[in-house]
């Protein structure tokens, strides 16, 4: 779900974002000199967090989270999209388009192919996904030290640390990155994607009055 958010995120932003690029290609985000730093973290606190942070994200459990739950999310998630008809999102569909098919059924209509291309197109892009987020791990490892430790003093981390050394503390430590996408969480949250999709002309309604006072995006120019 989170990738699936992502995706719909861009989907909305990037015009907008690519119009203000492109017309102010050297403008700075207004007050984005004035970002205050992060206070320097207690050294004693971050000597403390570094072995939690050993325990619950090891080196690899990026790849691990890609690999047996995200995908696993996203076929569940497109697996209800494709059952969505458009008479779901738009109640004139039907009688616009002479037949209510499913999402699945038009697209399979025009490529015969289409679920197997997504599966691989899926795999693909999440095996370099993956990839990706492995690079990242380490300077991801340090944040989340630095995280901890100043969320939790030098006495909490040592008793999380204590806790993760036990077999049940190490049990939690290994799966608490991943709980949260399991396959009870899945059913329960299946029915998100049909349901976001059936709403977005709803939200796009509330998105256009909350932003009708503003300008709109510059247009491109032809060189």
Same mark, same amino acid.
């Given at each position: 779900?989170?990738?699936? =958010?992502?995706? *719909?995120?861009?989907?909305?932003?990037?015009?907008?974002?690519?119009?203000?690029?492109?017309?102010?290609?050297?403008?700075?985000?207004?007050?984005?000199?004035?970002?205050?730093?992060?206070?320097?973290?207690?050294? +004693?606190? *971050?000597?403390?967090?570094?072995?939690?942070?050993?325990?619950?994200?090891?080196? =690899?459990?990026?790849? @691990?989270? &890609?690999?047996?739950?995200?995908?696993?999310?996203?076929?569940? /998630?497109?697996?209800?999209?494709?059952? %969505?008809?458009? /008479?779901?999102?738009?109640?004139?569909?039907?009688?616009?388009?002479?037949?209510? !098919?499913? %999402?699945?059924? #038009?697209?399979?209509?025009?490529?015969?192919?289409?679920?197997?291309?997504?599966?691989?197109? &899926?795999?693909?892009?999440?095996?370099?996904?993956?990839? #990706?987020?492995?690079? %990242?791990?380490?300077?991801?490892?340090?944040?989340?030290?630095? +995280?901890?430790? @100043?969320?939790?003093?030098? +006495?909490?981390?040592?008793? #999380?640390? @204590?806790?993760?050394?036990?077999?049940? =503390?190490?049990?939690?430590?290994?799966?608490?990155?991943? $709980?949260? $996408?399991?396959?009870?969480?899945?059913?329960?949250? !299946?029915?998100?994607?049909? @349901? *976001?999709? !059936?709403?977005?002309?709803? %939200?796009?309604? !509330?998105?256009? +009055?909350?932003?009708?006072? #503003?300008?709109?995006?510059?247009?491109?120019?032809?060189?």
């Amino acid at each position: 779900m989170i990738a699936l =958010g992502y995706a *719909l995120s861009v989907a909305v932003i990037a015009p907008q974002a690519q119009a203000a690029t492109q017309t102010a290609p050297t403008a700075k985000a207004e007050g984005a000199d004035a970002t205050p730093a992060a206070a320097p973290v207690d050294p +004693a606190r *971050l000597a403390a967090a570094r072995p939690v942070v050993d325990q619950i994200w090891p080196l =690899g459990t990026y790849a @691990r989270i &890609m690999h047996a739950t995200m995908n696993t999310i996203i076929k569940s /998630s497109l697996a209800s999209m494709y059952d %969505i008809k458009p /008479s779901d999102i738009d109640p004139d569909a039907e009688k616009k388009a002479g037949d209510d !098919k499913s %999402i699945g059924e #038009l697209a399979t209509d025009k490529d015969p192919a289409f679920k197997k291309r997504m599966d691989i197109t &899926m795999k693909v892009m999440f095996d370099e996904m993956a990839k #990706l987020m492995t690079e %990242i791990e380490p300077q991801v490892r340090v944040a989340l030290a630095h +995280a901890y430790a @100043r969320k939790f003093s030098v +006495a909490q981390l040592d008793d #999380l640390h @204590r806790f993760f050394a036990t077999p049940t =503390g190490a049990v939690y430590a290994h799966d608490s990155m991943t $709980m949260m $996408m399991g396959p009870d969480m899945m059913q329960a949250m !299946k029915s998100f994607t049909p @349901r *976001l999709i !059936k709403q977005m002309p709803e %939200i796009m309604k !509330k998105v256009e +009055a909350a932003t009708k006072d #503003l300008p709109p995006p510059a247009k491109e120019t032809k060189q």
